[in-house]
């Protein structure tokens, strides 16, 4: 695809337009749902940027990334060479069949599951070396869980005792560190050898929503490779308005060693450090939302409840076509502590946030990562209010 023959911006014609400068994976999802008959549209978009990615690989690059001693010499201008990397991105790749692939994929469940009745909710985690689909096509050896990555949403009420149950069915050490936890890491987030399973008990007593993963070094790899989670401490009954809807977004990166459409890629340490994914979700697989929107009726409160896995790269969370009624930044939901009227709040990197919205009129609205890179390489969904003529029925 990188041989692709460039395009003129000027011929493509009809290019939706939007209150956002929307990137061309972004239109190449949207595409599939709205059914436009010009798909080829959208790729062609897709396939410009391509090129224009490509336009940065050159062999002299990687000297580029090794920088030279005298920082004072090198200046800023160094600096610039070592983002912009150089780096072989495999960022869109597709198989031709793509658009079928993404609409028979079976999309991460968004929906936020209910909370186990008593003083104590048990959960069983397994993690286990499987292939995962990070994009349409694009397989990823992934350490993940048994379902994928991320792994499941685990849902508590303050107050609650947790315990999990953590079983390595991997190859190598994994752990888990639960950012919900007031506890002792080298107690509680031990590395567990293959074949073994370890138990350990917390109280969730700070509501929010919360990142869990695996600790073991090296962090970054096994982040990378798909060893995260969320997990949600609801505050006691009646602080927050009742929602209509809560769902579960948990935003990462990927970093490809091969564009993964042959065989599955693995993990890229140097891209990792540059910082420069291939591929950025929402729940593990890029625009699955897109072609499976979640949903809303018009006037309903929908909260989303947002954790940044990372690695590395923040997450500026916005829905196109709205605004904020309340968002709690990094999953503080003391109400007095709550933002309103906002378009944008940044999710850290391993850190949460929870966004309301209510919106009457019926449409597609996107939810996107502001950081507009991140809408290319995937981390795009939609919110379907109200019924849309031209979409699909769910
Ligand atoms: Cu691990």
Redesign the pocket.
Known sequence: MASHPASHPASVPTRPRASDSIGGAFWMFTAIVLGFTAAAVGLAAFLMWLDARGDGQSAAAPAAIEAPADHHAAGTAVHAHTTAAGLESFAGAAPENAQDLAAAHKPFPAEMPAVQAGPLAKFNLV?TDRTVEVAPGVKYSA?AWEGGAPGPVIHVQKGQTVQITLTNK?A????IDFHAARIAPNVAFKDVMPGESFTFRFKANDPGVYMYH???KPVLM?IA?G?YGAIVVDPEAGVLPPADHDYVLVASEWYLNTDGLNAPAEFNLTKAHARQPDWMTFNGYAGQYVAHPLTAKPGELVRFWVVDAGPSLDTDFHVVGTIFDAAYPFGDMKPDHALHGVQTVTVPAGGGGVFDVKIDEPGLYPFVSHAFAAVDEGQVGLLKVGKVDGTMSH
Request: aromatic share 8%; with cysteine.
């Open positions: 993690l350490w991997g190598i050490p994994h752990s695996c600790g073991t096994h490779n060893m």
